[in-house]
């Protein structure tokens, strides 16, 4: 019996340098690794899933959004803030300490600017800020991109990147409006609040993240201020429910399992091969070695999302694509198998 190889998941990464952003958050800074570094070309806005040691079952996966942004800065850099019962959050900022090394999946995630370099209105709350700041860092040093950025916090205490903030407010302060706001001041933000700041920006490209209410009132105060649905992009983060760190199966060319040729396209590249009709699209790729983009394999972060070109494929159910993506072809790697083909397939 023949099998293709198994890939290794996971990359070692060494920490470098441990910052505390505020009483309850911290940075961690990472060397990309030198025999790998093109896996870790990132576009600003993406994350990295990350691999925590547990005593009760061996380890979970967090994914964790890049502060870092690509092309300015050299190492990678995720921002971490403790939440009550979060294992993973207060593991990092108790047990990670220069030196340390953490494994990591390749950035992922969808949650990025187009390349019109259109101007930016941003909204973070708390934490919401990690893949906020990697935006806004790019539209301002390599673009000419003008800046509009809502930051909400319990308090001023709890500002992450303040101090960044205010550097890139005095030094853009043509392209570049900061509005803070705090709970313990002003009361939550109001989605009138946010329909008021929106007015007149229905060409930019909106970013919001952070806690699921925030991120509501955010969106009811867009669509009141007439911001195109095209225009909005919101991260949304859920605890991963499998394992993407697991190396998949390998697949066997013993006749037991029917197979349906399938080309994908993918980084600029063709790879054809028979789709088992028992196995998902992203362990098939994984399999054969091929840098699939995914995060959690368990269709809870859209990272893996692809377009059918032609044939058809049996998608598992997922909250992550809305009916508009599905009408338009996409599907996820990670829930996907084989139905009729051929097939074709574009990452």
């Not at 994914?63 to 593991?91: C, F, H, M, Q």
């Not at 800020?129 to 308090?155: C, E, H």
């Not at 853009?172 to 509005?179: A, G, Q």
């Amino acid at each position: 019996m023949n099998t293709t190889r198994t890939a290794v998941i996971g990359h070692e990464l060494t920490v470098t340098d441990v910052i505390e952003e505020t009483s309850d958050s911290k940075s961690i800074v990472l060397q990309k690794p030198e025999g790998s570094r093109e896996l870790f070309t990132y576009r600003p806005g993406q994350f990295l899933t990350v691999r925590i040691p547990s005593d009760r079952t061996g380890h979970v996966a967090r994914s964790y959004s890049l502060s870092s942004s690509p092309d300015i800065d050299e190492d990678l850099k995720v921002t971490v803030k403790r939440t009550a019962g979060g294992y993973g959050s207060n593991w990092l900022c108790d047990n990670v300490t220069p030196g340390s090394t953490i494994t990591v999946l390749p950035p992922s995630g969808r949650f990025t600017p187009s390349e019109r370099k259109s101007d930016l209105l941003l909204f973070a709350a708390g934490s919401g800020i990690t893949p906020i700041i990697s935006i806004l860092k790019t539209a301002l040093l390599r673009a000419d991109s003008s800046v509009v950025l809502f930051y909400a916090n319990r308090d001023s205490d709890s500002v992450i990147f303040r101090r960044e903030l205010e550097d890139y407010a005095r030094d853009f302060e043509c392209r570049l409006k900061v509005h803070y706001w705090f709970d313990d001041v002003h009361g939550f933000p109001s989605s009138e609040k946010i329909a008021a700041l929106a007015a007149g920006s229905m060409s930019c490209e909106t970013f919001v993240c952070g806690p699921a209410p925030f991120m509501t009132a955010v969106s009811v105060g867009l669509r009141s201020a007439g911001v195109p649905q095209e225009n909005q992009h919101q991260e949304v983060f859920v605890s991963i429910s499998g394992d993407p760190f697991e190396s998949p199966r390998s697949i066997s060319d013993d006749g037991s399992d029917s197979m349906v040729d399938t080309v994908v396209h993918l980084d600029g590249e063709s790879h054809q091969f028979g789709w088992p009709v028992s196995r998902t699209l992203v362990d098939v790729l994984l399999d054969r070695g091929v840098d699939v983009p995914y995060s959690c394999r368990s269709g809870e972060c859209g990272s893996c999302a692809c377009t059918v070109v032609s044939g058809k494929v049996v998608m598992a159910n997922s909250d992550i694509l809305d009916p508009a993506d599905i009408a338009d072809g996409f599907v996820l790697g990670c829930q996907s198998r084989p139905d009729s083909g051929p097939i074709e397939i574009e990452f």
